[in-house]
């Protein structure tokens, strides 16, 4: 779920042995590729202090249908920020399982965010896609395919939190996906999700030493899950967690880690070895 986010490391012997190996791929703008979605204009937006009274009703809502229900009414009149607000408070406030009224509702917010995503912020891009993915949307493709595309173009203005955030929703709705139609799965594993996460993979040194700790596990899940298994990534992550050393995991994340290690099939045995280890210690603290 929202459990994400932070490292950077040592190397280990194993670790050295990876980088000679794989190396990060050079870095490639490829200005040929075309949004998946094409930007809209659905109308011109409120005056600022009628953004600012909606921005104010939306995060003092404790109900999410009060927010569902104000951004259908008012949600084309919306600024990207308080279409991003509406989106991040019904991630909060809401769950995956939606009654029909309530699942319109969210569609219609959904269209009004495509519409705008392209003058989205960092900050917004990240929240869509955290507040989207915890809404149980994450078997849209068009609409993860968007999201992707936004976040690699505005990866360099994020902060390590927004990263990890924007990390952790493509490895869920990849996860989703993956149970759906094989039609769903192949696209969301496709071009807009690799490339993020090839401008990720690039960033992830200095990133790593700034995330906190539950996102180093979730970043290291979503590479596994998102089908990003390339030994250099993974390489980076491993020394990140020895550095801190893994009793700073929580069980749950010494799950996660070594799952998404195992999933990615690279070699760190002193990596296992210590998760292995910090385990049997705590065996009671596991599901």
């Known amino acids: 779920d929202d459990d994400h986010h932070r490292g950077d490391a040592s190397s280990s012997s194993s670790s050295s042995s990876l980088k000679k190996k794989d190396s990060p791929p050079a870095a490639v703008q490829d200005d040929t ?19 600012v009274k909606w921005g104010k009703e939306m995060s003092r809502a ?25 989106v991040h408070r019904v991630g ?30 960092a900050r917004g ?11 149980g949307l994450g078997d849209d493709v068009a609409l993860f395919d968007a999201i992707a595309w936004e976040a690699e173009r505005r990866i360099d203005d994020m902060n390590p939190q927004e990263v990890a955030n924007v990390a952790w929703a493509l490895g869920t709705t990849t996860a989703t996906t993956s149970t759906s139609s094989s039609t769903s799965s192949s696209s969301n594993k496709g071009g807009y999700y690799a490339s ?23 970043v290291a899940w979503a590479f596994a899950t998102c089908g990003f ?14 550095r801190r050393g893994v009793g700073s995991l929580s069980a749950r994340q010494v799950s996660q880690t070594a799952w998404a290690f195992a999933t990615a099939d690279v070699d760190a045995p002193e990596l ?16």
Not at 74 to 85: E, I, M, Q, V
Not at 125 to 135: D, L, P, Q
Not at 202 to 213: G, I, N, Q, S, V
């Open 62 to 86: 404790d109900d999410v249908r009060r927010v569902l229900a104000l951004a259908e009414r008012h949600g084309t009149r919306f600024t990207a920020r308080n279409l991003a607000t509406a």
């Open 33 to 51: 590729r075309r949004p998946p979605v094409s930007a809209s204009s659905s109308g011109s937006e409120a005056p600022h202090h009628q953004q």
């Open 92 to 121: 909060k406030l809401g769950g995956r399982r939606w009654p029909r009224e309530d699942r319109r509702m969210l569609e219609s917010l959904r269209d009004a965010c495509l519409s705008k995503l392209h003058v989205f912020e």
């Open 125 to 135: 891009v990240a929240n869509a896609a955290w507040g989207f993915a915890r809404a």
């Open 272 to 287: 296992f070895d210590a998760l292995g280890r910090d385990a049997a210690t705590r065996i009671g603290d596991f599901d």
């Open 229 to 242: 298994h390339r030994p250099f990534v993974f390489d980076s992550i491993a020394s990140e967690c020895l």
């Open 196 to 218: 993020f996460f090839r401008a990720l993979a690039l960033k992830l040194p200095r990133l790593l030493a700034r995330f906190e700790t539950r996102h180093v596990a979730s």
